[in-house]
């Protein structure tokens, strides 16, 4: 079975810096696209891309909301992927998830929630003024 655990979250002041981590297991690592989406509070619908990596070339995408102050990394190895989170704004508030694609084109595709087979549970982070 696939399995993905997100952990990380907590309670963060605006403009601080957090790190999160998913680990996964039952899964061919190298050939998945990675990638972490959040939903916000009273968006139970919704879940939003915040980027996903090429496992196995490690492509990257950002969207605008998070480009500059986001940077996702993996570690083949571990089978583990990171959402660094920096200069945090109360707006990235929310439940955060990470999710992979089987086919390795989420990255190409903008890191849409709908390309995404796998779901972990999600971690929250909280930012605080």
């Known amino acids: 079975d696939v399995q993905l655990q997100a952990s990380g979250g907590g309670l963060v002041q605006a403009g601080g810096s957090l790190r999160l981590s998913c680990v996964a297991s039952?899964?061919?690592?190298?050939?998945?696209?990675i990638g972490w989406f959040r939903q916000a509070p009273g968006k139970e619908r919704e879940r939003d891309g915040v980027s996903c990596i090429s496992m196995g070339d490690g492509r990257t995408y950002y969207p605008d909301s998070v480009k500059g102050r986001f940077t996702i990394s993996r570690d083949n190895a571990k089978n583990t992927v990171y959402l660094e989170m920096n200069s945090l704004k109360l707006e990235d508030t929310a439940v955060y998830y990470c999710a992979a694609e089987e086919i390795g084109r989420a990255v190409t595709w903008l890191c849409p929630d709908y390309a995404m087979s796998y779901w972990g549970k999600g971690t929250l982070v909280t930012v605080s003024s």
């Open positions: 039952g899964l061919n690592f190298d050939d998945y696209d």
